[in-house]
């Protein structure tokens, strides 16, 4: 729905426009003053703004001055009364789309309208094609052919277009701002602003503000109102970068915005709807932060319709020469990565994942020269546990085993969520096996 501001100072021509146009489908917000149009112009977006020339106080023209700083891409009529035609056509020339004479006759007035909004519906879908010519692959920076990973790309193909609430999860540094990113990209919205917010970087005082804004003079500091970042994400994407700090007393508010889409300004009295899509990462496990209560339930849900979840970087270890060479490329277009330090880089757990390697590679290149080699590198080869162990007095080959198996059991619990079943499917044992090695080792 088209959404346009009317500026007059005069109510019978505030109420009369009202009724004209929302009689025609269009959503219409009111102001009875230059200065009442400005404050709600910092809060809320239009596609137009119908304002008077001559009003007490800010004129039309300053009016639309103002207003331009951010209703960028609103077209401007302006209503003008008999001898002000003069200053009708120097708004036009500062970039009004028209002027209309008062008394004004309505179906001139609807033609007007109508004709201000295709050119915004233009203009949009001009952008929408300048973004498709020359915008990249949405994946292009997400480097990787692992069976992991493309699953993850082809869920994301999947749900992108529509307007649901995605949770991307994974270790830090495995990509979650780049698959994020890549959604935007994919999305109806993909036009439209992304404002992306780090949750962890938040004072815990400030959460209300920073996401709903403020008026001016509602705390000490406050000296003008301040837009949220839902106000400037609306018709866009807002992306909730480590959404499990969010403190526990501020996940109620977000969840009544998320299920209502309204938001009241911090010291506001009056609550106005945004249009936003929500896009959370986290690399905590949620779950187990509601049990702890760390995190809201409802929340959870609300944000949980569907989850995009990154492997680390050592459950698709043939991903890392690609993304190895990718970054060296990068950085030093002439430089390679000897085949020994390739296989060292790929043997390597990478706890940092992605986010490590690359720093791994700026380093390495940096002491290279033309070829990365094993000693450029900042770590050692790994020693395989199988590796073979020196023999010594009272060897004993089954104790050996048995350390090795006892590990593998411990691997395949942690990653079995302690569910003895699942683990033995792991480790593809019957569970009966399982059960009876597990005793043992628990003893």
């Not at 050119?119 to 994946?139: D, G, M, N, T, W």
């Not at 994400?233 to 969010?246: C, K, N, R, S």
């Not at 187990?288 to 809201?296: C, I, L, M, Y």
């Amino acid at each position: 729905m088209e959404k346009i501001l009317i500026v007059d100072d005069e109510k019978r021509i505030r109420k009369i426009l009202t009724l004209l146009l929302e009689s025609e489908g269009y959503e219409c917000t009111v102001a009875e003053s230059g200065e009442q149009a400005v404050l709600i112009g910092s809060e809320k977006k239009f596609n137009l703004v119908l304002l008077d020339m001559n009003m007490s106080g800010m004129d039309g023209l300053e009016t639309m001055r103002c207003l331009k700083k951010n209703q960028t891409d609103t077209q401007y009529v302006f209503l003008t009364a008999h001898g002000s035609v003069k200053h009708a056509v120097e708004a036009i020339q500062c970039g009004a789309y028209n002027f209309l004479e008062k008394p004004f006759d309505n179906d001139e007035l609807l033609i007007i309208v109508k004709g201000a909004l295709e050119i915004c519906k233009v203009k949009e879908k001009l952008r929408i094609l300048e973004s498709q010519q020359y915008a990249e692959s949405p994946f292009e920076k997400i480097i990787g052919n692992s069976d992991k990973l493309k699953a993850v790309l082809k869920l994301t193909e999947k749900i992108a277009p529509f307007d649901t609430p995605v949770l991307v999860s994974g270790e830090s540094g495995t990509g979650k701002e780049l698959l994020v990113r890549a959604i935007h990209k994919i999305s109806q919205r993909r036009d439209k602003i992304f404002i992306p917010v780090n949750c962890a970087a938040i004072a815990p005082n400030l959460f209300e503000s920073e996401f709903f804004g403020h008026k001016k003079g509602t705390f000490t500091g406050a000296t003008q109102n301040k837009k949220g970042k839902f106000s400037e994400a609306d018709g866009g994407t807002l992306f909730l970068d480590e959404v499990g700090e969010l403190p526990i007393e501020f996940q109620p508010k977000l969840l009544r915005v998320l299920e209502s889409g309204e938001i009241t300004p911090v010291g506001g009295t009056k609550p106005f709807y945004t249009d936003v899509r929500i896009i959370a990462a986290t690399n905590k496990d949620l779950e187990k932060e509601v049990k702890k209560g760390n995190f809201r339930e409802d929340l959870y849900y609300r944000l949980n319709i569907f989850t995009l979840k990154l492997p680390p970087l050592r459950e698709r270890r043939n991903d890392i020469p690609l993304l190895a060479q990718y970054f060296c490329k990068q950085m030093a277009k002439d430089t390679i990565i000897n085949k020994n330090a390739l296989k060292i880089l790929t043997q390597a757990d990478w706890p940092g994942n992605i986010r490590q390697l690359k720093n791994e590679i700026q380093r390495a290149v940096i002491l290279a020269g033309k070829s990365i080699e094993p000693e450029h590198l900042g770590f050692e080869p790994l020693k395989s546990d199988l590796a073979l162990k020196e023999f010594y007095d009272g060897f004993n080959l089954e104790k050996e085993l048995d350390v090795i198996r006892k590990n593998y059991y411990v691997a395949a619990m942690e990653k079995a969520g302690n569910k003895k079943s699942r683990a033995a499917q792991i480790l593809g044992v019957s569970y009966r096996i399982f059960k009876y090695q597990w005793e043992k080792y628990e003893e």
